[in-house]
């Protein structure tokens, strides 16, 4: 019996211009490269500039995925679009993006889950395809985390950078079992007791200010490694998997050393982990994305690959996406 996967048919990123390294960032507070590499493993990370926005990187990003998937924008019937920073309070920045690529029919609409929102956008998109809401969704991680953060706390302001990433997702038919391309099986989680731990400060019903990115780093760390090796676990009970069937663990890229755990946890071998946090930092819902464009633009993503997706983020919120290229 036939099933309904979604299938990744193209993907893309986008990449501010402007460039912020550690020796930069060393010059406005009081760190260093070292320290900042120590404990995250950021080199660097990318800033938009004046004028810029959130839009401005989904829409380049969302181009390239339609390139890369053969289709235009006429083809696309949904796009959910992932950020924590969106360009206005209302309308949704999808909305902005479906306008600036001339879709006029279908609907758009923002999910916002952190760092957590691509890995979330997946899954609703996964649930729209599958149940016949739509068939074919343009999907979009996409951040300017720059424009919320404290330029005056060490502990966050090295962190962060802006881009943005997205995939085609398309309906196909398939015989339902493992080798299946597309989206394989999504497990999600919340948990609101943890909202001070990492948090903005701000928002139009409390202080009618966008406020400042606000974390608790050591507390972060301490939950992430526990809560993200629990939705992968549950992948493989679904599906029968295990790590070693992975070809590819593209993990949200929060931090080195809490990818570096996740992978030995799960016994995911270091060869199989995609990281581009040393030159990107955090760039929260656009993280994965960027990641997964990256290595399918330099080679290591080949068709029928097993890739496992996950991500922590504020809230907190966390999930997986396990899926077959």
């Avoid at 800033?47 to 829409?59: N, R, Y």
Wanted: overall charge negative; some cysteine.
């Amino acid at each position: 019996m036939s099933v309904i996967r979604s299938t990744v048919t193209g993907c893309g990123s986008f990449l501010p211009e402007k460039i912020l390294t550690n020796g930069d960032l060393a010059k406005m507070v009081d760190t260093s490269d070292e320290w900042i590499v120590q404990r995250t493993g950021i080199e660097q990370r990318h800033i938009a500039g004046e004028g810029q926005f959130t839009s401005d990187l989904a829409l380049e990003a969302a181009r390239r995925a339609l390139e890369s998937a053969g289709r235009e924008a006429s083809d696309i019937d949904t796009i959910i679009l992932a950020t924590a920073t969106p360009d206005n309070t209302f309308p949704a920045t999808s909305v902005t993006v479906q306008a600036k690529l001339g879709i006029t029919h279908g609907f758009a609409f923002d999910v916002q889950a952190v760092c957590s929102g691509f890995v979330y956008a997946m899954t609703t998109a996964d649930a729209y395809i599958r149940s016949g809401l739509s068939k074919r969704c343009l999907v979009i991680g996409a951040e300017t985390f720059s424009r919320i953060l404290d330029w005056e706390d060490r502990t966050t302001c090295v962190l962060f950078g802006d881009g943005a990433g997205a995939v085609v997702l398309e309906r196909t038919e398939c015989a339902g079992t493992n080798d299946d391309r597309g989206i394989l099986t999504s497990h999600l989680r919340s948990d609101g007791r943890h909202k001070e731990k990492l948090y903005v400060d701000g928002g139009p019903s409390t202080t009618q200010t966008v406020g400042h990115l606000r974390m608790e780093g050591r507390e972060v760390f301490k939950h992430a490694v526990g809560m993200i090796t629990d939705v992968i676990e549950d992948a493989y009970e679904a599906t029968g998997l295990t790590s070693d069937d992975l070809d590819w663990f593209i993990p949200h890229q929060a931090n080195k050393r809490i990818i570096d755990a996740s992978a030995r946890k799960l016994g995911i071998a270091p060869e199989k982990v995609v990281t581009t946090v040393q030159s990107h930092g955090n760039t929260s819902a656009a993280s994965i994305p960027l990641a997964l464009d990256s290595a399918v633009r330099d080679g290591r993503v080949k068709k029928n690959d097993l890739l496992m997706l996950e991500a922590m983020g504020g809230g907190f919120t966390w999930g997986s996406v396990l899926l077959r290229w």
